[in-house]
């Protein structure tokens, strides 16, 4: 698929991408999983969001954020002038880590090539990383390397990838704020300013 591929294309190649990740046993967590997540949304939005990995409910359902941490997600997805159903929403690790550990640096590197294999079929002119494992692997992309997700959080990042420039905006993970107020409001405050990012065409 070229760079004008239709929707259509690129919905076959994430079905056939999520049909691999169904099969995959690259790493332990194949083992423990209930059902893989590969994600779901819009992929024709060129809009992106990058959680972490699947929790409990994800794992059951092979959904990705419908617990607690995805509904405050559509909500703030909501704050940025989107809705959840115009996104596309991943992992960088399809499938549960065990007690919903973090998972691991050789589960992202096994499950690395699925996510990358998707956003090469998107495309997308934006990608939100959620938290630090998805912020890491996504800015290594830019070759930065990355403390912590403090540091480089709220801000707009140009990376140049296989099919273009995409920003990608960092921001915490929407677990931090669920029992945690201050975290709350930082994630508020940086998907406001998603939203102008938005508005100005995602360039600044
Ligand atoms: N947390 C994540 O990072 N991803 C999910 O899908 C759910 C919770």
């Known amino acids: 698929a070229g760079s004008n591929a239709s929707c259509g294309d690129v919905l076959r190649a994430l079905e056939e991408i999520a049909g691999e990740i169904a099969k995959c046993e690259k790493c332990p967590l194949s083992r423990s999983r209930t059902h893989t ?3 779901e949304g ?10 972490e990995a699947p929790g409990r409910n994800e794992d059951l359902q092979g959904r990705p954020f419908v617990g607690a941490a995805g509904a405050l997600l559509t909500e703030l997805i909501s ?3 989107l809705s959840r159903e115009e996104v596309f929403i991943t992992n960088v690790v399809k499938c549960r880590p065990p007690n919903n550990r973090e998972p691991r640096e050789e589960e992202i590197a096994a499950c690395l090539p699925y996510l990358l294999a998707q ?5 997308p002119r934006l990608i939100v990383t959620l938290g630090k494992h998805s912020t890491k692997t996504i800015l290594r992309m830019r070759g930065m ?5 403090m540091s480089v959080r709220g801000k707009a990042y140009t990376v140049n990838a296989e099919w273009g420039q995409v920003t990608v905006f960092p921001t915490l993970h929407p677990a931090a704020a669920l029992y945690n107020p201050a975290m ?4 508020e405050e940086d998907f406001r300013f998603l939203r102008g990012l938005l508005e100005g065409g995602g360039q600044r």
């Open 37 to 39: 997540v590969p994600g």
């Open 42 to 51: 819009n992929p024709c939005s060129g809009v992106v969001f990058i959680g």
């Open 79 to 81: 704050l940025a002038g």
């Open 119 to 123: 956003l090469r079929a998107i495309k």
């Open 145 to 149: 390397s990355v403390d912590s997700i």
């Open 184 to 187: 709350r409001k930082v994630l």
